[in-house]
């Protein structure tokens, strides 16, 4: 455990002084200079008219306004003749907007929709604005659709339209590199499982997790303004808001599904419970009855709730003792992510309060935790497979050890009963060739059970030498063969049995120690009526009837003992 330990934070050190140097090697340096719009403002409202505010006025009054109200808020743009493709960096929330310069309105945003009453979410816009010399005033109207819309306020980032969406894209470089990563991890995961689920036992973990992954990924997209940059923004509120919803309910089915603590009725109870209320929250917003950035504050209550049953549960599992490795692998992922989802949510209501600002820790903070458990998962998924892979070894040993014979290492009687119920299913006509040493009484009686045991295993060898690799062959009794050939003729298996005595004739020759001879006979499905094919027994006992009439006559003509 404590090599375990040692080796998962020295690869998690490893990672993270990559992503440091990474960022040292590769520093981004805007052309021109980026100027954020801290003001002074002037803000105009039904109720209030301030001029020269500055941001945390700005913010105030924001956070003050009630569904249906607009506020105005304009300054003056920097009068930079350096910036030759003048832009602003806008972000909403939960709000139409305007935006004017001069008397030209050069952007709108959902004002159909707040028109109609409907869901309005919120983005980030990279804006155009014409800076003149007679106006270089900037204005902006806010077009509130939802109660606590703004905590804050979120001061406009200015300059050169290449140096300001460059700088975002820096900004959230290594949160986009983790989206990208896990939306095409999960995708990818997501069929490979799929195409086991019934192979394998035991993966719906795996299943689930990959889900989470794709999840993850479609949020911190829409979380992190990195979704906006690709595609249209007008649902990807909504879109976010459902997979954070989602991730509860996906973290208690992967936990259910390790070591099988489904089994248990109060942890289905609990799991349930906080999947359908977040489903709910899910299916109020789609109903227009409650939006979930209404319920979110009890989500979180939720979150909390799910990540305190699962620090409870996974106690439990080490004081028991009773996972395996990859297990409990598994459910440390899950821990450290469940963490630096904590920490976001701290994070989040800390800065909508506005005790802290976003820095390049704050936003890496949730990213560092999922690759944290990304990698875990993959420990987790090597030493599933290492685990399965053994598992199945000792299987494989087991039936070997079953349907083995021990001296010759062929199938044996159990595996000849099992291939005769195979035969009876088939429609397909077939040879059955019964087999039986001469002379091995006398070997074991003369030189001992020692050369007798050798004999046997010497035959068997040279059996499977002489027939193809296709043909089933088995030892059924002391000296009892069998082989079963499909697609064949008489000529071809009457070729079969000269060979093999052919070979045996051979090693006579070349050991004097004692005589080694067969008497073999054969017979096909064919030669049955019409009732009986289906019964590979009495095709058998054709064969071996045969099989003793050769032995009879190589007993009269040969002097070769019988048995």
Known sequence: MRKRIFFISLSIVTFIGILSLIGYILPYKPEGELTTLDGPWDIDTVDVHIKDASVDEVSEVLSSLHERDMITLSCELPDDESVSMPTILLTTRYSAIEVSCGTVRVFSMWMDRYNEHKFVGG???FIPVP?????????????ISEEGAYNNFDPPVFGTYHDVRSSYIRERLFPIACTCFLIVFGI????????FCYAVPNILS????SILFLDLGIWMGGYYGIAQLCVDATHLVTVEMVALFLIVPLVTLIFASIGKHYTYSKNNIGAVSLAVVTMVFIVFHFMDIVH?????????VIGVIAFVANIIVMIDDVKKRNLPKAAMTQELGLFLFGVSMMLQMIVHIL???NIINRNALTNNILPLGIMMYVYLYLLTYFLYVTEMYAQQQENESLTHLAYADGLTNLPNRSMWTKRMNELKRSDADYCVISMDLNGLKDVNDRLGHAFGDAYIADFATTMVETFPENVFVARIGGDEFVAVLDNSTPKEVESYIYDLTEKLRVQDVLDYGFRKSVAAGYAYRSELDEGDKNDPQKVYLIADKRMYDV???MHNSKRIGER
């Open 123 to 125: 983005g980030r816009f």
């Open 131 to 143: 800076i003149k010399p007679d106006d270089n005033r900037i204005r902006i109207k806010f077009f």
């Open 188 to 195: 990818c995961f997501i069929f490979i499982t799929l195409m």
């Open 206 to 209: 795996q299943l689930f997790t």
């Open 292 to 300: 979930m950035n209404r319920t979110l504050p009890a989500y979180y």
């Open 351 to 353: 800065y909508k309060r």
């Open 551 to 553: 032995k009879r006559h």
